[in-house]
């Protein structure tokens, strides 16, 4: 292939309107929170807990997650961008907190306060990307309360009020059909080319 056309074909690749990677990222956040919040919830056995989403979060919640991130970029969106890599990361961090555990490289003892502190930084975090989600539209604003909520019951939870973690998990749940909600419509709009799930304007 002569060198100029290959430059030509390579330009207008570049300037193609990419995917929306939206749905990809809200999907991998959704079904890892899911399994998480089901562990909590006391809806899968313990014993079981650490097969059900530690190698979800290694992959899809954080793998993938980071991928639609970087595809967010992109598509110019940097609140997307954020939170999907961000996100991403914040699920590999906590699969290997047990994996180290597991290698001995975290004692067993100090989990619990790890975790504590952990959630509480994750906290500050999805906090003022809750107060930016009030100019998305309302299903990422639900989708952004309620895992809000959800960390806040998980902190308390772990800094000594056990109890918390099952709310936690309940709550978590509701989060993550909020985030499935939104991955939906952003498949489920494009494909027919109308609006056929609502996600409600973003505010003014």
């Known amino acids: 292939m002569p060198k100029e056309a290959a430059r030509i074909e390579i330009a ?8 929306d990677p939206g749905p990809l990222g809200l999907n991998c956040f ?13 809806f899968i056995p ?18 993938a997650q980071i991928m639609a991130g970087l595809w967010e970029f ?9 939170a999907f890599i961000s996100y991403g990361s914040f699920w590999i961090s906590l699969a290997l907190i047990p994996t180290f555990v597991s290698a001995g490289i975290i004692p067993d ?13 994750w906290t500050i975090f999805t906090f003022y990307m809750w107060l930016g989600s009030f100019r998305t539209n309302k299903a990422l604003l639900t989708t952004f309360s309620l895992l809000l909520i959800t960390f806040i019951l998980l902190d308390i939870g772990h800094f000594g009020n056990e109890s918390w973690n099952v709310a936690g998990g309940l709550v978590g749940i509701l ?12 498949i489920i709009n494009a494909v027919n080319g109308k609006i056929i799930l609502p996600v409600g304007p973003a505010k003014k």
């Not at 992109?74 to 954020?82: D, E, L």
């Open 109 to 121: 003892k100090d989990i619990t306060l790890l975790l504590a502190w952990f959630l509480t930084a």
């Open 74 to 82: 992109k598509t110019r969106n940097v609140f997307g961008a954020t």
């Open 12 to 19: 207008g690749f570049e300037t193609l309107t990419p995917a």
């Open 175 to 186: 989060t993550a059909f909020a985030a499935w909600y939104a991955s939906a419509t952003g």
């Open 46 to 63: 313990a014993k079981l807990a650490g097969h059900v989403w530690l190698t979800c979060a290694f992959v899809f919640g954080g793998g």
């Open 30 to 42: 959704a079904l890892t929170t899911f399994l998480l919040s089901c562990v909590n919830a006391g």
